[in-house]
């Protein structure tokens, strides 16, 4: 223990020499250099160096002469321009305050779509401007040395040849420059503009983002007065409700139109998942529908297993425009609520029949409160007559939801289970309902109109959001469940022993990830997401820094959720080639372990790199680690490098898997898994022993099922002497034939060993195919040859023993003398007792 706590602190103030080491050389390498003067090329050199730089001259001509990036980079400037000024004139003549949330949560999404789209168009600039640049650098400095090596020449004399090559590259380099800087000249021109545009641009999203927060903050205030005092009056000079509504649409229009053409990844990840997603279902149906028997079609009619396969374009439809809400949050607001709208019909066609049951009318009532809802926002109306209709709305919604609670009370009860769950959960969440309908309408009177708005929309829109997600999970569940009786899928060893388990992680998955997609939907709703979002962000940018190392909150958080998802990844990788592979016929032996060992270690690797990627940790720092972990190593940690490189040698030798019965060290047992480090072996005892990978390598390996599983049991037999060896022999092997558990091949062997002290020596060598089972097999044949031998009367030899029983007294009468027990051929003299004359045996 010593020994190794030494090493341990060799290695962390090793570690923490070559750390600071690497660190001072890094700032030392990072900090700036005094210039250098420039050098003339050499006389031997010119020639060489002029070949060289002439190459380089040619290609900036080559590259002046290439198609110019900057017309198409022109174009798409003005592409991002154009809404961006349209928005910009659109809001002019406008207070943002006064615009619908909604509207204002639009103009957001699409002055973040312009931030992108200016980003990847500076992204591409650079690209397309950098070599023009490059060369513009290489040519000044080239110049520079040709320069000072045309003043050299000057003072010390050139050969004219050399002069006029001089001279010649001197205005070739010239010429070049000056084409070069007339098209940096325009190329800094054209990015000047778009400096300006990413000011205008983010001028606009902070006006928009400051109207949301304004809005936000003054929830709890009143912004209109009271109903009983009158309406709102609209503001004569303001644009008409039809005119704002126009241009609104425009700008949505040309939103939409541009975000469809930005071609992103995760439109590409959404037109991929659609398109895999509707032959998926339709393979799903057509196999299903041959596997199900006749008499089962009728009963399984009404299952949720079975509806999305008996509607399999609603679930294709449904699945579809949820994709397009997970995959394009960002998507313009124009089509998020069409898409909602469209998943209206399927969502209802997905429901189960014992959903339906237990919810009665419930679905029904969302969509239409729904769908009034989008009707007030998109009729043009002046404030006022909008804020009686949500007025109505509220009543409306108020009114069916005291209906729908009474109603449900008077219901026939529904047997227990998910549909009194479901049934007694909507119950409760109508009763919260009923409370912020209630709170909306009081806010709305009084004169808090965005709050009523706010709470209003809010419930209709997340139960609205809920029944979706209800009929989407559904949907999915079923596919699940006829994936996994699909007959490819049945015989699988994963699915054998594993298959409600992966069932029952999938759905708490599924139920998971449509709990978390509608809860941060309803926050958005309810107008408390954007401030949880920026109190949260000022926590987790809590931290500390210290010069270019700096710790946060939020870069611990996302590596610990990071590494936790890389470990069960991992896990679940490993697992699942553990059940597959191992039955694999091609595989060699032992090589499914080491494949999924090896890839456990390397997804975790990887994973824990993409963690500290995640963390803000760059990667290519890691070889200040690993120069520290480099002295390290070679200070104190040699045997735990051993273990390391001798657990990748089992992995690939794989002269163990686990499984295997092996003696090792003094220890005989079961191995149950192999590690990097050690391998884990349970003993016949039952302890777990741990032992290094690297004592299995250096020392004796006794592997007793490497190949097979077959061991020969050895047992010793000895008889009288005077027995008949041949009937021996013929006894012990019929006894060992007639063992259940012993080999037919190879046979048993009867052999005469020797002479013993007490008999003649037997072995009765048997073989068995199962290892497990040899000790039990041992005992059987032992008790057999005894009932063998018996039977037949030859008996087995025993030691015996002659006790003498000797008096103390020297014997002078015959009743003092001695008696002499003679059981065996070995004697003991015993004394009497002088107290008896004649003492018994003792």
Same mark, same amino acid.
């Given at each position: ?82 809404? +961006? ?15 619908? +949330? ?64 001089? =001279? ?31 000011? /205008? ?30 309406? #709102? ?112 019909? !399927? ?7 014992? %959903? ?75 009763? @919260? ?7 909306? @309408?009081?806010?709305?009177? +009084? ?73 941060? &939907? ?23 820094? @210290? ?134 072996? /349970? ?47 013929? *006894? ?7 063992? !259940?558990?012993?080999? #037919? ?9 020797? &002479? ?29 040859? *005894?009932? @063998? *031998? ?6 087995? !030899? ?15 009468? %015959?009743?003092?003398? =001695? ?15 002088? %107290? ?7």
């Amino acid at each position: 223990m010593q020994r190794y706590a030494l090493s341990l602190y060799a290695f962390a103030l090793a570690a923490f020499m070559a750390l600071a080491c690497t660190l001072a050389q890094a700032q030392q390498a990072g900090a700036p250099a005094p210039p250098a003067a420039v050098q003339p090329i050499a006389l031997q050199d010119i020639l060489a160096r002029a070949d060289d730089d002439q190459q380089r001259v040619e290609q900036a001509k080559r590259l002046l002469a290439a198609p110019d990036p900057l017309l198409h980079l022109q174009k798409q400037l003005g592409e991002i321009a154009a809404p +961006v000024d349209a928005k910009l004139h659109n809001a002019a003549g406008v207070a943002l305050r006064e615009l619908p +949330v909604m509207r204002l949560e639009s103009l957001a999404r699409h002055w973040q779509f312009d931030i992108r789209r200016h980003e990847r168009w500076e992204a591409e600039a650079r690209r397309a401007f950098a070599p023009y640049g490059d060369s513009a650098l290489y040519l000044a400095q080239r110049r520079a040395a040709w320069s000072a090596t045309r003043a050299q020449g000057l003072l010390e004399g050139l050969p004219a040849v050399l002069a006029e090559r001089v =001279e010649g590259m001197l205005s070739g380099i010239d010429a070049a420059e000056a084409a070069l800087g007339a098209a940096l000249s325009r190329q800094f021109a054209l990015l000047q503009q778009a400096s300006e545009l990413k000011a /205008r641009i983010d001028a606009g999203g902070n006006d928009v983002a400051a109207a949301i927060a304004e809005i936000d903050r003054g929830l709890l205030r009143k912004d209109a007065p009271a109903l009983w005092q009158g309406l #709102e009056r609209a503001d004569a000079a303001a644009p008409s409700p039809q005119l704002q509504m126009d241009r609104g649409l425009e700008i949505e229009r040309q939103f939409a139109i541009d975000y469809n053409a930005a071609d992103t990844g995760n439109q590409r990840a959404l037109q991929a998942v659609q398109l895999l997603l509707l032959p998926v279902i339709v393979w799903l149906v057509v196999r299903s529908r041959h596997a199900l028997p006749a008499a089962d079609a009728a009963r399984s009619a009404a299952s949720a297993a079975t509806l999305a396969l008996r509607r399999p374009l609603s679930a294709w439809l449904l699945l579809s425009l949820l994709a397009v809400l997970a995959f394009e949050a960002d998507a313009p607001l124009l089509v998020q609520e069409f898409v909602l709208l469209l998943a209206l019909v !399927p969502a209802l066609r997905l429901l189960p029949a014992g %959903a339906l049951r237990a919810l009665g009318a419930w679905p029904y009532v969302a969509v239409v409160l729904y769908v009034l809802d989008r009707v007030g926002v998109a009729v043009p109306v002046d404030k006022g007559w909008y804020r009686l209709y949500l007025l109505g709305l509220n009543a409306l919604a108020l009114g069916l939801t005291v209906w729908l609670l009474r109603r449900s009370a008077r219901q026939s009860p529904v047997p227990a289970g998910a549909g009194l769950r479901l049934r007694e959960t909507v119950r409760t969440v109508a009763w @919260a309902v009923l409370g912020l309908l209630a709170v909306a @309408a009081i806010a709305n009177v +009084v004169g808090n109109v965005s709050l009523a708005e706010t709470l209003t929309s809010g419930v209709i829109d997340s139960g609205y959001m809920a029944l979706l997600l209800y009929a989407g999970v559904n949907a999915c569940l079923g596919l699940l469940r006829a994936l996994f009786g699909q007959p490819e899928l049945v015989h699988r060893r994963l699915v054998r022993e594993h298959g409600a388990l992966v069932q029952t992680a999938c759905t708490r998955l599924l139920l998971l990830a449509a709990g978390i997609g509608w809860l941060i &939907y309803s926050m958005d709703r309810f107008r408390v997401l954007r401030p949880l979002h920026d109190a949260s962000t000022n926590v987790l940018a809590l931290g500390i820094s @210290a010069g270019e190392v700096s710790i946060h909150l939020g870069d611990v958080l996302t590596f610990a959720f990071s590494a936790w998802l890389a470990l069960w990844a991992a896990r679940a990788v490993r697992r699942l080639l553990r059940d597959e592979l191992p039955g694999r016929a091609g595989l060699p032996r032992g090589a499914g372990n080491s494949i999924a060992s090896l890839s456990y270690y390397g997804v975790l690797l990887v994973g824990l790199l993409i963690a500290l990627s995640a963390a803000g940790f760059k990667v290519s720092q890691l070889t200040l680690v690993f120069g520290a972990l480099g002295v390290g190593i070679g200070f104190g940690l040699q045997n735990v490098v051993n273990n390391f490189v001798s657990g990748l040698v089992l992995m690939f030798e794989r002269p163990i898997q686990p499984g295997d019965v092996v003696d090792v060290a003094g220890i005989s047992g079961t191995v149950r898994g192999i590690g990097l480090r050690a391998t884990v072996i /349970r003993t016949f005892e039952g302890a777990d022993v741990v032992v290094p990978n690297g004592q299995l390598l250096n020392g004796n390996l006794s592997n007793w099922t490497m190949y097979d599983r077959n061991r020969r049991v050895e047992v010793p037999v000895s008889v009288a002497y005077g027995s008949d060896v041949g009937r021996v022999v013929a *006894l012990l092997q019929a006894a060992a034939a007639q063992t !259940p558990g012993v080999a #037919e091949t190879p046979a048993p062997v009867v052999a005469m060993t020797g &002479y013993g002290d007490s008999g003649l020596n037997f072995s009765v060598r048997v073989w068995t195919h199962d290892q497990d089972g040899w000790v039990v097999l041992r005992s059987d044949l032992l008790a057999r040859m *005894l009932m @063998a *031998l018996d039977a037949a009367g030859i008996t087995i !030899p025993y030691n015996r023993l002659d006790v003498t029983l000797r008096s103390a007294m020297p014997p002078v009468e %015959a009743e003092t003398g =001695e008696r002499t027990i003679r059981p065996g051929t070995a004697s003991v003299s015993v004394p009497a007792s002088p %107290a008896s004359g004649n003492s018994g045996p003792r």
